[in-house]
């Protein structure tokens, strides 16, 4: 069987794609070229891989297999070109990262400081809600996915990387907003706008309040947390969102956290990769890095009445941010984290030991942890 390794690209995006017309603006060649390309795959292969549709195509059981093993492939093979630049010295290639919509206000942040130290590693960066990156991760197409809940029927890798606490809003000039302590019982009447249904964010919603046994008057859905933040700003009602898609003083957006007992609810993102994909070394690069960056930051916030030159530090690395955190050791707060690796079939917990980190200030060597 002759095999090229143009008609293998061609395919993987006829598959990533449906339509032949897709996989020719994916790969920039004519449509002509892609279904001259296909036809001899197909008689190469000796069964008919795709059928035509009225709109697209579909692949057969023969094409299904040839589109795991195209990413199969494809994805040892720069995997290869990877190593054999790190062998080199060099780090080049190309980097695939998903993340979900919560995580677009700080992951697109740290590209650039990267792409900085890396200029040779083509980053490639999809934003999208959590149902998407689902369907990105069972169709393995990205070396590393960020979101908050990792789905249970595909076998995944899943990492603690940052505390995501979920608050409750309402307008700056809502009643409640004055209040200095509430509880469920004073916000039961309310409606309550929340992300679509799928989205991690309510799904970490229903769960808490299906242990709670509270009912929120749900009015609206949406899957914008700006639209959201908006219509919450206009006094239609009450909203649950991630405090990283707020601004560091909600009332600059119109905004107030409601002080309602249980609130913030606990909510966690993770990195997350196919358990079977290995990490390439342009991955590894970028998980060093985006721990050095993140723990950066997590030591700048977690400072006592931090000042916003502390602050904006976070994100230039461990050596500018711990000039500032040695000063104020006693201020941080430490916390463990656990690992979860999931599996098709069942869920593995697997405890971690904190590890001390420690850091040099003017005055001295000082030791902590960071999650």
């Known amino acids: 069987m002759h095999i090229t390794w143009r008609q293998l690209r061609l395919f993987q995006a006829l598959a990533h794609t449906g339509s032949v ?15 001259m390309q296909l036809r001899q795959l197909s008689e190469a292969a000796g069964v008919p891989l795709y059928e035509a549709l009225p709109r697209g195509v579909r692949l057969t059981d023969a094409g299904q297999h ?7 492939i494809l994805h040892r093979w720069a995997a290869f070109e990877m190593e054999l630049a790190d062998l080199q010295g060099l780090k080049r290639g190309r980097l695939d990262v998903a993340v979900v919509s919560t995580a677009k206000s700080f992951i697109p942040r740290l590209l650039g400081p990267f792409s900085q130290r890396y200029p040779d590693i083509d980053v490639h960066l999809e934003v999208a809600n959590r149902d998407s990156i689902v369907r990105r991760l069972e169709q393995s197409l990205d070396d590393l996915v960020i979101m908050t809940t990792p789905p249970e029927h595909v076998a995944v890798q899943a990492e603690p990387l940052l505390d995501n606490p979920l608050v409750l809003l309402a307008a700056a000039n809502h009643p409640l907003a004055a209040r200095k302590r509430l509880t469920l019982d004073a916000v039961a009447g309310e409606r309550f ?20 046994g509270f009912s929120p008057r749900v009015q609206m859905s949406l899957g914008s947390n700006e639209a959201i933040k908006q219509a ?140």
Do not use: M
């Open 21 to 35: 017309t897709g996989a020719a603006e994916a790969e920039h060649v004519t449509q002509p070229t892609v279904s």
């Open 66 to 72: 040839l589109a795991q093993a195209c990413e199969d």
């Open 193 to 212: 706008i929340l992300r679509e249904p799928g989205s991690g964010t309510r799904i970490s919603c229903e769960r808490q309040f299906a242990q709670w």
């Open 232 to 371: 919450v700003a206009g006094g239609y009602g009450l909203a649950v969102l991630s405090r990283h898609a707020l601004d560091r003083d909600p009332a600059h957006e119109g905004l107030a956290i409601l002080p309602v007992k249980g609130f913030p609810i606990p909510s966690r993102w993770y990195l997350v990769r196919r358990r079977e994909r290995q990490p390439t070394p342009v991955a590894s690069a970028f998980l060093d890095f985006l721990r050095e960056s993140l723990a950066a930051s997590l030591v700048a916030s977690r400072l006592v009445d931090a000042p916003e030159a502390a602050l904006s530090l976070a994100g230039q690395g461990l050596r500018d941010v711990t000039r500032v955190a040695g000063s104020q050791p006693a201020s941080w707060q430490t916390r463990a984290i656990t690992p979860i690796v999931r599996s098709s079939s069942s869920s593995v917990r697997c405890s971690s030991a904190r590890r001390p980190v420690r850091y040099r200030s003017p005055s001295g060597p000082i030791e902590n942890r960071v999650p």
